[in-house]
């Protein structure tokens, strides 16, 4: 599901049900989903390839959160809408391209 968090890259195909090797730390090569910039916050698309992340956007009507330096307390909890798997450490210019990612 797009989006959603991720144990990791697969080094290499499989078929399902089929046990694997995934880089869960240090960098990966990913498959791009589309273009992208060297050095873009990285989520997976519906097929496993890296897209760029979609930036975080407040609702309209959404309660307002203030800054924690500015409250004093530690905010803490809940999951961003999309989960950001790592960074481009090279930039994509199109889908299919195999790029390096810094694993988040």
Do not use: C, H, W
């Not at 910039?37 to 975080?56: E, H, K, N, Q, Y």
């Amino acid at each position: 599901t797009a989006g959603q968090k991720v144990l990791g890259i697969a080094r290499r195909s499989a078929a399902n049900g089929q046990d694997l090797e995934v880089t869960a730390k240090g960098t990966a090569v990913a498959e791009a989903g589309g273009a992208f910039a060297l050095g873009s916050a990285l989520a997976m698309d519906a097929s496993g390839r890296v897209v760029a992340a979609s930036p975080l956007q407040v609702a309209a009507g959404a309660t307002a959160v203030t800054s924690t330096l500015a409250s004093g307390s530690i905010l803490t909890g809940g999951d961003l809408p999309q989960y950001i798997v790592g960074f481009a450490l090279q930039a994509a210019a199109a889908a299919g391209e195999l790029v390096e990612i810094l694993m988040n």
